[in-house]
């Protein structure tokens, strides 16, 4: 038995040491970007359906040629850098990422990154409701789901580390980045926190939003956001959108005048 757990300890900790470039499908322009599967172990998989098979198709039918988008919780950039391809070019696409680790690996992409991709600027920050030093909370496993401390009833089991993080808010992001046509905000419970600290952002820019809401803040995100005529949707693996009266676990919300 102990023979057994030496080789189970070690065959974790050389996953999770792991580090590998993965082949974009051909309609992203077919580039390699550096994973590891201590983000997610499903990247182990061929291909893409398991791992972000909902960016992919959110990026197909929601980010036009030479349109400027977020990516707020990018982790490894996958949703960055199939955006920034069909942007194009004529596009821009930013990418904030709270653990440093984890904005190194976009970078190191960014480096080898062929022609064709719009301009991707990666900040490695956190997005809260103000202006902050914050603890991010980084899990024993699964880094895809660091999230700040702060945030409660998060579910991301046992916590390994935390490092001290530079919180920002959306607005800021705006003055600095510029209107987005398309928001993805995958930021682990703190959806909240990041849509209080964003009033211009949603007055004024109007984005389409694709969230990820966790159970315990769908009813006031709902709210928040059907406050600023926002309509909500729940997309379906097969690209069909269905309205929804309140926040699904990943949520398409559209300002009223693009619904």
Not at 107 to 122: C, E, F, K, Q
Not at 153 to 177: I, Y
């Amino acid at each position: 038995m102990t023979l057994i757990f030496r080789v189970a300890k070690a065959a974790r900790f050389a996953t999770g040491r792991l580090v590998f470039r993965k082949k974009l499908p051909a309609d992203f322009g077919s580039a390699r970007i550096y994973v590891t599967p201590r983000s997610d172990i499903r990247l182990l998989k061929p291909g893409w359906k398991d791992s972000a098979g909902d960016l992919l198709l959110v990026a197909r039918r929601h980010v036009r040629p030479g349109a400027c988008v977020w990516d707020l919780g990018s982790n490894l950039g996958i949703f960055s850098f199939c955006a920034a391809f069909k942007s194009g070019s004529g596009g821009r696409c930013y990418s904030l990422e709270a653990d440093p680790r984890y904005a190194e690996f976009q970078n190191r992409t960014l480096s080898r990154l062929p022609g064709g991709y719009a301009r991707i600027t990666v900040l490695c920050a956190a997005i809260a409701g103000g202006m902050s030093l914050l603890d991010l909370a980084i899990p024993r496993k699964g880094h895809a789901r660091n999230h700040l401390a702060i945030v409660p009833g998060n579910s991301a089991g046992e916590t390994e580390t935390t490092k001290q993080v530079v919180c920002v808010t959306g607005d800021f992001l705006a003055r600095h980045w510029g209107k987005p046509d398309f928001v993805k905000m995958d930021v682990e419970g703190a959806e909240l926190l990041a849509l209080q600290g964003a009033p211009s952002l949603l007055e004024k820019a109007r984005p389409i939003f694709y969230i990820e809401v966790c159970e315990e803040t769908q009813k006031p995100v709902s709210a928040l956001l059907r406050g600023a005529n926002y309509r909500l949707f729940r997309l379906a693996a097969n690209g069909t959108e269905q309205a929804v009266e309140s926040c699904v676990f990943n949520t398409l919300a559209k300002p009223v005048e693009k619904c």
